[in-house]
């Protein structure tokens, strides 16, 4: 198999006295789908949030591409990165989020291409006709001038992927993105990320509940409880053949409600 | 029909001190915002120095009367320190420009920590440095969120210039005075004109507050 393109190495995370990871180790090799699944609380959106160096670990390391992530050397030692090095090393990282989080004061078209002009110092016509083809891959080739208060959440869940994408990143996160939309919303969003996970040659980390979709397209799937990932394997081990008792509990809850 | 010649006789007097109050109202307007923003933006740094430093700034100015304020540099800093700050109109633009900066320091500061943290943690996510987040996400988002409030202290600005008649500058209040010391039993007819005059000169900044209450409607994610 490749080297990986992550790898986490005895991670740790505490919030003040609470801990919430205790000692993740995990591989993500190029082109790997991973599903990370778990009860709510088990620490799953801070895993993703620490590889797109939106929390610090408290412990361990977290190496990118070869590269330690949240440390790097100065004078002989290992001290914590700064700015500059958190920038250099994660610029083939995306991330979809929850809420969307897309920019309120741009159009949709500039949501897509400010990343790659302003960061990257791409080409702008050759930014915009990226832009353009994005997201007419995630079906608004139409609303390019509309701003995301104009959009239903589907689209601009959309939106906020087809963003991502246009920074061509080597991994992608989603935390639960489907999660803050209606439920006939959902499938639309879905079949994007379908789309993706089938056609392109990067890296995803989906946490997620959508377990017939983690079926259908991961094939990694990690459970998470209590900060530790307890089971992991392809989805139908992990869903279908454990017999982890507190995967078996989660999953039964789950599809009941 | 008195009272209308009186009107006649007294409103081309106040007009001659319009350009006084007009021009105080826009230069420490100007002076005002500029403090605003290199204070509220001091006050975000991440240098305890700078920090404490505007912190100071602010509150002082925000903490004292500005017709004191105005009283120390007219009178006070000169005699201390042998400065002179140029002309009255000087001294007036100065006061008026640093007290309003200090109130309007706090608006920017509060506009920018209120824009939602999922805006910076989805520029973090496009890998964008402090100050592209700064410049391109946040700052946009915050001053859509400040116009109503810069609007409203402009506003409480123009009433603020009327002290300077108070150091001999030539205003609109000036004048009505002036009037109003060679003729008191008009006193009632000259100030509520001054009363009119100012709100005139307030309705196109109301007109622009109003203006900017729907911008930051929109555009914003706060929270
Ligand atoms: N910034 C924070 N400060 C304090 N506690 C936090 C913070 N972020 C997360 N936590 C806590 O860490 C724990 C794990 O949070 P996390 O969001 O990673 O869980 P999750 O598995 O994603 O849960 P969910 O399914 O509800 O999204 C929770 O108990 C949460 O309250
Ligand atoms: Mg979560």
Redesign the interface.
Known sequence: MTEPIVQYRDVHKSFGDVKVLKGINLDIHPAEKIAVIGPSGSGKTTIIRML???EEPTSGDIIVDGTNLWKMEKSGKMVRAS?KHL?EV??D???V?Q?F?????MTILDNCM??PI??KKENKEEVRERAVQMLERVGLGDKFDS?P?QLSGGQKQRV?MA??LV?RPKIMLFDEVTSALDPELVGEVLEVIRDIAKNDDMAMVLVTHEMDFALDIADKVLFLDEGVITEQGTASEVIEHSTNERLQTFLHRFRKV | MITINAILDIFPQLMRGLGVTVTVLLASAVLAYLMAFIAGLCRLSQNVIIRKFTGFYVEVFRGTSLIVQLFWLYYAIPMLFGIQLGSNWWTGVIAIGLNYGAYLSEVVRGSILSVAKGQTEAAVALNMSRFQRMRLIIFPQAVRMMLPEFGNYTIQMLKGTSLVSLIGMTDVLYYGDIMRSTNLAQAPLIYLLVLVFYFILALPLIWLTRKGESISKKGVASG
């Open positions: 797109m160096t939106l700015e920038r994660r610029g990282i995306g991330m989020f809420h989080n897309l920019f309120p004061h400010a990343a302003h960061v701003y208060s906020a963003r991502a920074m």
